[in-house]
Each structure stands twice: as C-alpha cells, then as structure tokens.
C-alpha cells in the first residue's frame, strides 16, 4: 500500500510522465480511501491552470509596455549594428 | 527594423516578461531577439515577422531559463530528497498537515486576488525552481525537451517539480485560505 508521501509523489508525477500499469492502480486504490491525497490531486491540477491564467494576463495585458528608455537603447544597438554591417561588407 | 519595434516590441516584452518574471532580463530578450534577427539572413523575405520574431526570443528565454536552473541542479538540487519534504508528512508517511479543500476561485475580482497571491508565492520560491515549473506548467516545453535542455535527468526534474508544486499549494493553502 502507498501512504500519503508516495502517493503525493506519484500525483505530481502523473503531471510529468505516463504512470505504469500498477503505479496507476495503487493510486486509484491509494485515492479512494483518503480525501487528503485526493484534494492534492486536485490542488496541482489546479496549479497548473492557475499558472497558465497567470502568464496569459501578463501575455494579454496591453498596458504593459516596454520602457521608452529601453526602446531607444534597443533602437540604438540595431543601428550600431546596422552601421557595423555596411562597414564590414566591401 | 524599427517599425517592427514600434509593432512588435511591447508584445516580445510581454512574452518573455510572462515567463521570465523578471524586467530586466525580460528587456535583455528581447534585445538579443532583435539583434539576432537583423543579423539573420532569413530576415529579408519575413511574412509575418511577428511569429519569427517569438520564435526567436522563446530560444532566447529557454537560454537564461536554461543558465539559471543548471546552477540548482549542481547545488540545492541534489541535497538529500526526503529530508527536505519532511515538513510536510509525518515520520509514518501521512500528511503533517492535511491538505484543505480549494479550487480557483472563478469570480473575476478573487480570481485576480488568487493570481496575485499565487505570483507572491512563486517568488518566494527558490527563483530556478519557479522558472522549471513555469516552463512545464506553461504547455510549450515537455519534459523530455526541458531535461535535454537543462542537461538533468528525468528523475531530477520529476523531483523539483514535485518540490516546486508542494511549496506552492502550501503558501497558498496559508496565504489564500489563511487570509
């Protein structure tokens, strides 16, 4: 039988990699009979939408802008760049 | 060039700041993306500059991801595995505490609530750690590809993947429910 630090283990894990054949099953017994494991299962699961929403807020967020002061700074080093490029070729 | 600044740049910075949680190196990406790509020789004949663009700075973000996480796997990574889970199960192997009942809150207002504590608690965890779960728990990476990657072995990943999951329901057990 699994307690509660294996099985914890193996729910994270599931998130990672196919579980076998006999992992998947000592779990399933392992999760019916406690309520603890189970709200852990669903704890990760929810993590992982959670942290997807997080990213997507930044992603989709139009009132973050890139700093004008680094705007110039990338503005410069493309035209440095460019300059350096017409130099080298004859 | 300049025009795809203007166009493209805010959306880059956005991009890599989603991922790499950090302004500075969120602008550092994006200046290499750039830089890389007017040296590229592809860049003349871009149809949709946009995507290229992303495409590029994605390598680029895996690259600073890729430098942070390979410091932890030579250092805290390997630190004895259980000794660090022991607060939380018990010397039998159950919860030392039990796992409480929560879910994402779907109202918009606590939902922002819940996203901004979770952000809390991703920043207190070790910074290398967070970025491994960023990179699996945000779809583009795979396991296989983030440990060929980060040059660490499957079971390493699986371990502080493990590790980074546990500290972040804990904080939010105490810092969502708690609250």
Request: charged residues 25%.
């Amino acid at each position: 039988m699994l307690d509660c630090k294996q099985s914890s283990q193996l729910i994270s894990q599931s998130l990672d990699r196919s579980l076998t054949l006999r992992e998947r099953f000592a779990l399933q017994l392992h999760l019916i009979i406690c309520e603890y494991c189970k709200r852990f299962s669903q704890q990760v699961q929810t993590l992982r939408v959670a942290i997807r929403t997080m990213v997507d807020s930044v992603e989709k967020n139009n009132s973050i802008e890139m700093p004008s002061t680094t705007k110039k700074r990338i503005a410069h080093s493309i035209e440095r760049q460019v300059i350096e490029a017409n130099r080298t070729q004859p | 060039m300049h025009d795809w600044l203007n166009e493209h740049g805010d959306f880059l910075y956005r991009f890599a700041l989603a991922r790499l949680r950090d302004p500075h190196l969120a602008e550092d990406v994006v200046q290499e993306t750039f830089l890389a790509a007017i040296k590229s020789p592809d860049f003349a004949g871009q149809s949709a500059p946009r995507t290229w663009l992303t495409g590029i700075l994605k390598h680029k973000i895996i690259d600073v991801m890729r430098k942070n996480v390979r410091e932890i796997a030579a250092s805290d990574l390997m630190s004895d595995e259980d000794a660090s889970m022991d607060e939380f199960f018990d010397e039998t192997g159950h919860w030392a505490e039990k796992p409480l009942a929560w879910d994402m809150p779907e109202n918009a207002l606590e939902q922002k609530q819940f996203l901004g504590i979770l952000q809390s608690c991703m920043e207190k965890l070790p910074a290398k750690l967070a970025q491994l779960f960023l990179m699996r728990d945000v779809h583009e990476t795979d396991n296989e590809e983030i440990c060929k990657e980060l040059n660490i072995s499957t079971t390493n990943a699986w371990v502080m993947l493990y590790r980074a999951r546990m500290g972040l329901r804990k904080c939010l057990e105490i810092n969502w429910l708690g609250a």
